[in-house]
């Protein structure tokens, strides 16, 4: 049988952050912003999570995830647990992740950890977090501090999930912690983020020299709705530029641009990505609404279906855009050509399906379009789906089931989702098979 091939060595895997599993995590500033009725949809609170703190239930997920075939596995250390007040180093927190790590290497599985992923401590949030550079030495004390602790346990590194989703959503459209609704506040953030990745990356390789880091960017494939019109084209390109390029760009030349800032360099952001970390999901057709200033004059429409009925909360999360393997295969190309054969990790991709109706389908075209990307020589050496288990989706609460493995929070009992084992047959496969293109669909 016909079998498009990943290449040999591909790590097969699932993306998970701390916050989001691991449950009492009560010492950060997404904890503080659950307490406040209205921040979090249904009024849901992350509480105990996945249990990987209090139950160490992160081993039966692990176990799952190795009988699925999963080779590697991508967590967050949270920051707050290991450094509880300034300064403070915690050892049953370091203790704890030495275990998490061991655990996974015990399985054959590969881990990569995220030094940053959206929570900050309290004791940080009270001196403003990113707002500010006085974080930047912390950042980078913290991540040398982890690795010095658990570099014997792992060598690859992301320092900082999604710098312009932590931006946008906490200091633009101000739906997470603090927020906030200033642009020129979310401009500091992010050239802050920017510094706190060179200095960390910096700082990871002073320790561990043969370390690989890189951090998780998220693409959003900005699209005109009226690609006659070159006013949408217009807006969609500055969109493009400035949500998907210039923060890259600047890792690349060192020189800032909108929207970290306007002049002025960062010397030591140069080449600080030994590879490159995608996060993809979907892409947004766009038209021109000069009332919308923070995304600069462009309003995403509605997604459009996609083959199988949506419930609410799943045409919510698609109001922000089309499910569109065509334009992640686009995506791929262009990082390719950015990175200049720098390896390229999809360090995240996924659907929130409660009936795991969508999912094999989104699993089959995404992945059948990396591999047509991979095939004409983008050097893709992984990919992570998000996630593994069901968990706390920040401001949507539990709402959003993006886990291949399903959790009854009562119990804590998983349940793997039918497409758990279409993961896992590509995983072992190291390939898809043309039936399974045939049955779900090619990618276009
Ligand atoms: O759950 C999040 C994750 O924390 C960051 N990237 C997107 C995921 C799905 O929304």
Redesign the pocket.
């Given at each position: 049988m016909d079998t498009r091939k990943f290449p040999d060595g591909f790590l097969w895997g699932a993306a998970t952050?701390a916050h989001?599993v691991e449950g009492g995590n009560d010492n950060n500033d997404w904890w503080a912003w659950e307490q406040t009725p209205g921040h979090i949809k249904r009024g849901d609170q992350s509480g105990v999570a996945c249990d990987w703190w209090r139950g160490e239930r992160y081993r039966g997920d692990f176990d799952l995830a190795c009988a699925l075939h999963q080779n590697a596995h991508r967590l967050s250390v949270e920051w707050s647990r290991i450094e509880p007040r300034e300064g403070e180093w915690n050892a049953d927190a370091i203790a704890f992740y030495r275990r998490v790590l061991t655990a996974l290497r015990e399985r054959g599985m590969a881990p990569l950890v995220t030094l940053h992923?959206?929570a900050n401590p309290l004791w940080l949030r009270a001196r403003g977090a990113w707002e500010t550079q006085a974080i930047v030495p912390l950042f980078e004390r913290f991540a040398a501090r982890v690795v010095q602790e658990l570099g014997d346990l792992c060598d690859f590194w992301i320092t900082f999930?999604?710098p312009m989703v932590y931006a946008y959503t906490g200091y633009v459209n101000a739906k997470w912690v603090p927020g906030k609704s200033d642009f020129a506040l979310a401009m500091r953030v992010l050239m802050n983020v920017l510094r706190g990745h060179a200095v960390a990356y910096h700082a990871i390789h002073r320790v561990q020299p043969q370390a690989r880091v890189g951090l998780a960017h998220n693409i959003l494939a900005f699209k005109p709705a009226d690609p006659e019109s070159w006013l949408n084209r217009v807006i969609v390109r500055l969109q493009d530029y400035a949500y998907n390029r210039a923060f890259l760009l600047t890792l690349q030349d060192g020189r800032v641009r909108f929207p970290m800032g306007i002049g002025g360099r960062v010397p030591e952001a140069m080449g600080t990505q030994d590879f490159l970390g995608l996060?993809f999901y979907f892409s947004r057709r766009v038209v021109v609404d000069f009332s919308q200033p923070g995304s600069l004059f462009g309003r995403t429409l509605p997604a459009q279906p996609w083959g199988v009925p949506y419930d609410d909360e799943l045409l919510e999360w698609f109001g922000k855009g089309d499910i569109d393997p065509a334009s992640f295969y686009r995506t791929v190309k262009w990082l390719a050509e950015y990175g200049k054969g720098a390896p390229i990790y999809i360090t995240?991709n996924g659907v929130p399906d409660r009936y795991d109706e969508l999912r094999p389908r989104y699993l089959v075209t995404y992945l059948a379009a990396l591999q047509r990307a991979i095939a004409e020589g983008a050097p893709v050496k992984g990919y992570f789906h998000?996630t593994l288990v069901d968990n706390f989706?920040?401001a949507e609460g539990y709402t959003l089931p993006?886990g291949l493995i399903a959790n009854d929070r009562a119990t804590q009992t998983r349940t793997p989702k039918p497409s758990a084992a279409l993961y896992a047959r590509i995983a072992r496969e190291n390939g898809i098979a043309s039936e399974l293109i045939e049955k779900y669909g090619h990618a276009n």
């Open positions: 952050a989001q992923h959206f999930n999604e996060n995240e998000w989706e920040w993006f």
